[in-house]
């Protein structure tokens, strides 16, 4: 099902340019794998977060790379710049923080 997620949101995936994986520590000892698919048309971050995958779309940002909504109808926001990344929730006031992360050692 998530693959065909991926190749839906993502129709050149078997051309796509580069995957990467990373691995990040977080608050409270939580460790977040992301895997990014980043493709002609379109770029995508897969992470596990609480026994859960989430797939989510790049977005617009003034830096760094973001990720979040339309993809798996998930609230969360993923923001990284340089070895850092943030995982956020989306509400109708803003965004909070979740987890400040780290790309692990």
């Known amino acids: 099902m998530r693959a065909a997620v991926l190749l ?3 129709p050149s995936a078997a051309a796509a340019q580069e ?6 520590l977080c608050d409270r000892g939580v460790e977040v794998p992301a895997t990014y698919i980043n ?3 379109q770029s995508l971050v897969v992470i596990h977060v609480d026994g859960q995958q989430i797939t989510l ?3 617009p940002a003034a830096s760094g790379a973001r990720y979040g909504w339309p993809s798996d109808g998930s609230n969360y926001v993923w923001w990284t710049k340089g070895d850092e990344a943030t995982l956020y929730w989306k509400t109708p006031e ?8 780290a ?3």
């Open 8 to 10: 839906a949101l993502l």
């Open 19 to 24: 995957f990467t994986a990373d691995r990040y």
């Open 39 to 41: 493709g002609a048309d």
């Open 57 to 59: 779309v790049n977005e």
């Open 94 to 101: 803003g965004e909070a923080p979740l987890l400040t992360c």
């Open 103 to 105: 790309i692990a050692p």
